[in-house]
């Protein structure tokens, strides 16, 4: 299999270092990137199609937006997992969905996505936002193969992400430029989505771009494909 993987930037933080800031920004997050994120965060869950009764799995949970809307979309017959690797995030997120009174649909989870303490085809669905690009290049596989894994034969993967799957942009460049200055703050980089899903044995059903501050944001959802039918190059 074959990625483009030197054109992508490489994550130097290490995951003690990952928590320790997420940990810090969990309080003021909402307040700088969450504004900005919100409607990407809207448009993926809107093309996502939560239905009634459905099983679901965020990696990257953050404050706990997503986490509310989704527990909302699933019901009382269905519910919501959440993995993060910041303590913080998870308190911010727990005092979230207690005051919007929806416990009882949702079960968080600190620890690394890379290795998930779930069982095999347990998730109907499984979403991201702003996340798969927070793993470091050789990782991606892995966290892809690991939404495979417990994702059901019929399951859907909803991602949004920063993307290079529309080229070289001048603003993306600039973002680029940051990210390998200052990789302890700005650690998310943009990536080939569209290649990483394709490669990992998933089909597309529905592809969107969108913006933001000129950098190219995917909006992506697919289903896993059978395995046999996957082809590396």
Not at 90 to 102: D, E, F, Y
């Amino acid at each position: 299999m074959q990625f483009e993987n030197h054109k992508v930037l490489r994550v130097t933080r290490s995951r003690d270092q990952t928590k320790a800031v997420y940990d810090k920004m969990s309080r003021f997050y909402d307040y700088v990137a969450g504004a900005f994120e919100k409607k990407y965060r809207n448009a993926a869950l809107k093309a996502f199609q939560v239905k009634e009764g459905e099983n679901v799995l965020e990696i990257g949970f953050g404050t706990g937006k997503c986490i509310e809307q989704i527990a909302r979309m699933v019901g009382d017959s269905g519910k919501v997992y959440g993995i993060d690797i910041s303590a913080g995030m998870l308190k911010v997120t727990s005092k979230r969905v207690k005051k919007a009174g929806l416990e009882s649909r949702v079960d968080l989870y600190r620890g690394d996505a890379t290795r998930m303490p779930y069982g095999d085809s347990k998730f109907d669905a499984v979403f991201m936002s702003f996340t798969l690009e927070l793993f470091d290049t050789p990782e991606i596989p892995l966290i892809l193969s690991e939404i495979k894994r417990v994702l059901t034969p019929s399951g859907k993967l909803g991602v949004v992400s920063l993307s290079k799957d529309y080229g070289e942009t001048i603003p993306l460049k600039i973002y680029e430029w940051f990210h390998k200055r200052f990789p302890a703050y700005i650690d998310c980089r943009p990536i080939f989505v569209e290649q990483s899903l394709k490669g990992a044995g998933f089909s597309l059903e529905y592809q969107k771009c969108m913006k933001m501050f000129g950098i190219p944001v995917n909006i992506v959802t697919g289903k896993s494909i059978d395995s046999r039918k996957i082809v590396f190059t």
